[in-house]
């Protein structure tokens, strides 16, 4: 099975699944809204890709969850299983997430500046049950285990060891095996005072992974880059934590981060400054490294010009002039039509987007694919 | 232009991966010719320069066109003249003609009717995508043949037999081959050769050939095959042929480079060194033929198969003093494999897998059982002995599976057997000879040896399809049941409203008679069924309960018998895949709907009958079903220091002098209970007894009366007195059944008449 990377109709929000050449498959974020006009039913679409494993019940293998916002992990509680697996019910049929990917951001209290909605709050109750029953007894099973991406403040991770990725941390093991994939953490880092600790909370303190995807024998058929909703000030920090080794920010496909937010690139809000907003060169560097033929993909509703923010004209124009030189694409995960999502296929030469489908285009102007085909 | 091909541009321009099209129409001929630029969604870095390493562009030029009888004739679809060639999905045309994709394992013409132009289209972009990745061979579509742009001659084989060859360890054996050498209209001359599986040794002897030249067009002779495969490479592993080679073969240099590729270079290049060795000093003025077949082991399963070996055949034209060592420019010829019917080509067509080498006799050749036998043969599971006494008659074929010769060549009462053996041979591979056996099966079940020659001594079941009661009965004789192999009776019912199936279970328990007895109080116990197999309109026929296809009894059109009978063989060919059930037996009945549009089946488990006696010279045998044998624990169970009974219901059989016991029916309510006796009552019995009878058309009847002793003990004096009385109005024996701690015990009591002269007293025995 080649790798491959799914990316749903969420809106603005974030819902991708990343299947690893073996069969691996690695959730990143979810958003899961009331099926209605203009919103498929993602979760369906989801369920539909998932296995079952030998006590009937459908799994990922990994879910990461850049951050704790609402369009980032809505429908957890309703659509996945938490609590130990043996509580799992039939009836109830949820989606066994074998091994958590979370950001220290569990361990932090409530705050005024830190709330919590509920499926953010029963993520975090989930990942420090994991993380206890760790302390306790080890690394556990399938379902029970949990990887904790970055260190938090106080030294609240130091006893982790084999469940920590540090910072700048390279790994290539999901649910405890080697897997075709080569992961590297790079935010969030670590805070180097209290008031940047502030800082950091909730968008900033979102993960921002590079995933090396294996195909056909090459190790870094394509590289991924996930950067959650991180803002401005983290790229610029990423940048200047990176400069020296720039490759490791490289890419072929980047999910424009927050959206396709302005607020990624620049200190300036687009709906005051317009035009005359100043991108931040350093962010623009941070997320500037895009390889010959990348791809730069807005997970986002669609892209209008006008004063709105994310997603916003603005910084599509700035991913298009990043990818140009390369001759690289901009797409927006809404712009086609239909209800499929966006998928991309890892070969040996590069990342595919999948093509269109007829169905969705001209289905209506020729019937396709009613009309049986009789055997004589 | 044509309406339909302006409509048809203007679709194939709607596609998302069409990136232009232009067109031209030429009035004179009405033929329209279109190129359409499509973008193959190359993968970021090709795309980004302009082409794949194989040399696929970011966006292909094809062109289509568009004859005047389109879209009756699907367009013609070729890809610019430059295209690489060594796609293997792409038509064997040959050099001189554009590159034609291959767009899919079908008809293209059937595409564009199902799915329009639009369709065909998006079959193609997905043909240049994955020509680009070369994943043109993928394990779900499966391995496509090596293509060949030129075939010379045709080989026809057993190709499961050949592929069988293909052992763990590497090899190359010579086997023997017929051809004819023929040359038409001054072409080139083509061989056509016929492999078999005798072993060519490669003696001196066995290279002597000599053909036989009929005209200058035309000779005949026999021929040496060499098969060469591939074993294991050091690692222990077996060898895999994995990369995809177009044909390359043009001489012997180039075959010893493809068997090496193959990983059979060794083992052919011996067997051509005495093979060269063998050719030294002789000369030929005709070209002795010589087929060399590598066999490959791809990592998946051929496309539309289910081997992952590839025949790849090869024919070399011997002179005498031949070169064939791995320098050699000797020509080479190619060879297409055609393959000869076999079962396990018919097999593979039917979508079946290899599992299920049972051999069977089938014993009646009329229409049900010619029906049977032809679907069974057409899957690769036919039978490989037909037994029937009966000739073949004109109004048979109203029927039978066989068909009619022309009149002046019907021969009028040839066995059916016989007739039906010489039409399915065809069917086999030769392998496994076809027996046709005339014979008055009930008749040869007297003598063990003649019983033997009916079964066939390797038959692993037998399959009943006589319709014959007395064929049954005379499998169902106790010396004949010990030497038999286990039997599956088939037949129609009902004037053909119902099938019958009854699968025996292991040691014939239950037997074929017993699940014909559960099988009428099955029916009975419907309404339906009981109407249509007993009910009046069968009224006629009553005779014939259970040999429901005999001809003259029940008329009904071949269209229904074929499709009562179809769902029979449907079940057969499932046992003889997975093998017969290893306790107990089944029976299935399945009821045509009135119209004759559809069918209900049932399937029941038999578990294996309580014999209580076998029928010797000291009596009859007494078996009773396990239903029966639970009811009665039952009620015994229900009445505990108490004696009670009841009566039981079932079928004698005069032929095995065996009574089955299928059901009972419980004791009248006036019916008196204690630990001394039990005495049956009479309270609406006889109604209940008519309305059975009646009921089931006389197939099921009282066969005596059951009660338990609370202790182990043989019939009282009581229970004799009884049986006597009951004997005396009874025309066939009575059974009294007594259920007792250590098991059952029998009385059997008959009333024979013995007539003295002037003698008027009856004696009971």
New interface residues.
């Given amino acids: 099975m080649t790798a491959s990377t799914v990316h749903y109709r969420v809106g603005n929000g974030d819902m991708h699944l990343v299947e690893i050449e073996g069969g691996r498959k690695l959730l990143i974020d979810i958003n899961v809204r009331q099926p209605g006009p203009d919103v498929p039913d993602v979760i369906t679409q989801l369920r539909k890709r998932l296995k079952r494993d030998a006590e009937d019940r459908l799994f990922v293998d990994g879910f990461l969850l850049t951050h704790p916002d609402q369009d980032h992990c809505r429908g957890l509680k309703e659509h996945f299983h938490l609590g130990p697996p043996e509580t799992w019910s039939k009836a109830a049929d949820k989606i066994i997430i074998r091994e958590m990917w979370s950001s220290p951001i569990v361990f932090r209290r409530a705050s005024r500046d830190h709330q919590l909605c509920d499926d953010a709050n029963a993520w975090a109750c989930e990942a420090r049950r994991r993380v206890k029953r760790f302390r306790e007894r080890g690394v556990g099973p399938d379902g029970e285990r949990v990887i904790i991406m970055g260190e938090d403040v106080d030294g609240k991770t130091d006893d982790l060891g084999p469940i920590l990725v540090k910072a700048d941390g390279e790994f290539s093991r999901i649910c405890g095996v080697t897997g075709r994939f080569t992961a590297r953490l790079i935010a969030p880092m670590p805070a180097s005072d209290d008031d940047e600790d502030e800082f950091l909370s909730k968008n900033n303190s979102s993960v921002i992974i590079g995933l090396a995807l294996e195909a056909d024998g090459d190790p870094d058929a394509?590289r991924f880059l996930f950067g959650g909703d991180a803002e401005v000030g983290i790229w610029e920090k990423v940048w200047d934590r990176n400069k020296s080794r720039k490759h490791v920010l490289e890419y072929?496909v980047l999910i424009a981060p927050h959206h396709c937010s302005w607020r990624s690139l620049s200190w300036d809000s687009w709906s005051d400054y317009g035009e005359g907003a100043e991108v931040s060169e350093d962010a623009r560097s941070a997320l500037g490294q895009a390889?010959?033929?990348?791809?730069i993909l807005a997970s986002s509703k669609q892209i209008k010009d006008d004063a709105d923010d994310p997603p916003c004209i603005r910084a599509k124009r700035e991913y298009k002039d990043i990818v140009a030189p390369?001759?690289?694409t901009f797409a927006c995960i809404a712009d086609r039509s239909g209800t499929d999502p966006y998928e991309i296929?890892v070969?040996?030469?590069?990342?595919?987007?999948k093509?269109?489908t007829?169905a969705a285009?001209?289905a209506v102007?020729?019937?396709?694919?009613a009309?049986?085909?009789p055997h004589g | 232009m044509p309406r339909s091909v302006a409509r048809a541009l203007r679709?194939i321009a709607?596609?998302?991966?069409v990136r232009g099209i232009e067109s031209h129409f030429d009035a004179a001929t009405g033929v329209t010719d279109a190129v359409v630029r499509i973008?193959a969604?190359?993968?970021?870095?090709?795309?980004?320069r302009g082409h794949?390493?194989n040399g696929v562009l970011a966006i292909e030029p094809v062109s289509i066109r568009f004859t005047p009888d389109y879209p009756l004739r699907e367009p013609y679809i070729v890809l610019r003249a430059d295209f690489d060639r060594s796609h293997p999905h792409l038509q064997p045309r040959g050099p001189n003609f554009p590159p034609e994709p291959c767009l899919l394992f079908?008809s293209v013409r059937?595409l564009l009717?199902?799915?329009?132009i639009?369709?065909v289209i998006?079959q193609l972009?997905e043909w240049i995508?994955r020509a680009a990745?070369v994943r043109l061979n993928d394990p779900v579509g499966g391995w496509e043949i090596t293509r060949r742009d030129g075939i010379h001659d045709l080989v026809i084989l057993n190709s499961g037999w050949v592929r069988s060859l293909a052992g763990r360890d590497g090899g190359c054996d010579g086997f023997g081959a017929g051809y004819a050498a023929t040359r038409e209209n001054g072409a080139p001359e083509t061989y056509r050769v016929l492999l078999s599986d005798i072993r060519h040794g490669l003696s001196e002897n066995d290279c002597r050939w000599s053909g036989q030249v009929v005209s200058d067009s035309e000779r005949y002779g026999f021929a040496l095959a060499l098969v060469a495969w591939s074993g294991r490479t050091p690692s222990g592993q077996p060898f895999i042929a994995a990369s995809y080679l177009p044909e390359t073969v043009v001489d012997v240099a180039s075959l010893h480079a493809r068997a090496h590729a193959l990983g059979c270079g060794d083992q052919l290049r011996a067997k051509l060194d005495l093979l060269q060795r063998r050719m030294r000093g002789k000369t030929s003025r005709a070209a002795q033929p010589c087929i060399i077949i590598l066999l490959a082991r791809r990592p998946f399963n051929l496309t539309g198969g289910h081997s992952p070996i590839e025949i790849c055949p090869y024919l070399i034209e011997l002179f005498g003093n031949d070169e064939l060592g791995p320098t050699s420019h000797k020509p080479v010829r190619l060879v297409a494999p055609h393959d000869q019917v076999s079962p396990n080509l018919l097999r593979e067509a039917s979508g079946e897998d290899g599992a299920g080498s049972m051999r069977w006799t089938l014993l009646g050749c009329g229409s049900v059982g010619s029906k049977i036998a032809t679907h069974m043969m057409r899957c690769g599971r036919g039978p490989s002995r037909l037994v029937d006494t009966a000739p073949m008659r004109p109004h048979n074929y109203a029927r039978h599976a066989l068909f009619p010769m022309n009149v002046s060549e019907q021969h009028q009462g040839v066995n059916k057997a016989s007739l039906l053996a010489s039409s399915l041979v065809g069917f086999t591979d030769g392998k496994m000879a076809l027996a046709a056996i005339a014979a008055d099966i009930p008749m040869a079940m007297g003598d063990p040896a003649k019983a033997g020659a009916v079964f066939g001594t390797e038959a692993d079941f037998v399959v009943n399809a006589t319709g014959s009661l007395v064929v049954r009965e005379a499998l169902s004789l106790p010396q004949v049941t010990v030497i038999r192999p286990r039997c599956v009776e088939t037949c129609l019912l009902g004037a053909g409203r119902l099938a019958y199936m009854a699968v025996e279970g292991p040691a014939a328990n239950p037997s074929v008679a017993d699940l014909a007895a559960e099988a009428y109080r099955i029916l009975a116990a419907d309404n339906v069924t009981a109407a249509a197999v007993f009910g009046p309109e069968a009224e006629a026929t009553r005779i014939s309960i259970g040999q429901g296809c005999s001809s003259l009894t029940f008329p009904m059109t071949d269209a229904h018998l074929s499709a009562m009978t179809a769902p029979i063989a449907v079940a057969l060919g499932k046992l003889h895949a997975t093998g017969l059930p290893m306790a107990g037996g089944e029976i299935l009945i399945g009821l045509g709907a009135d119209d004759g549009l559809g069918q209900s089946w049932i399937r029941q488990p038999v578990p294996p009958w309580t014999v209580v006696e076998t029928a010797s010279e000291r009596g009859p045998g007494v078996r009773v079903s396990a239903r029966v044998d639970a009811s009665i624990a039952r009620e015994v169970a229900a009445r505990p220091g108490s004696e009670t009974g009841g009566i039981i219901v079932g079928r004698y059989s005069d032929v095995t002098d065996t009574f089955h016991v299928v059901d009972v029916l419980s004791a009248p309510p006036d019916s008196r209970f204690s630990a001394d006796e039990f005495v049956l009552g009479i309270d609406g019995l006889s109604e209940r007894i008519d309305g059975l009878v009646e009921r089931n058309g006389g197939a099921l009847y009282p066969l005596g009366t059951w009660h338990n002793h609370l202790v182990t003990s043989g019939h009282s004096a009581k229970d004799l007195a009884t049986a006597l009385k009951l004997a005396a109005v009874q025309i066939f024996p009575l059974l009294m059944l007594i259920h007792t701690p250590g098991g059952y015990r029998t009385l059997v009591t008959e009333f024979i008449e013995h007539r003295p002269a002037g003698g008027p007293l009856g004696e009971a025995a």
């Avoid at chain 2, 709607?14 to 991966?17: A, E, G, V, Y």
């Fill in positions: 394509s072929d390889r010959s033929g990348a791809e390369q001759n690289g296929e070969t040996y030469a590069g990342h595919k987007p093509r269109p007829v285009t001209v102007a020729t019937g396709i694919g009309t049986p085909l | 679709l709607l596609h998302p991966s973008d969604h190359l993968p970021s870095r090709w795309r980004v794949s390493d079908g059937e009717q199902s799915r329009d639009i369709g998006d972009v995508g990745l």
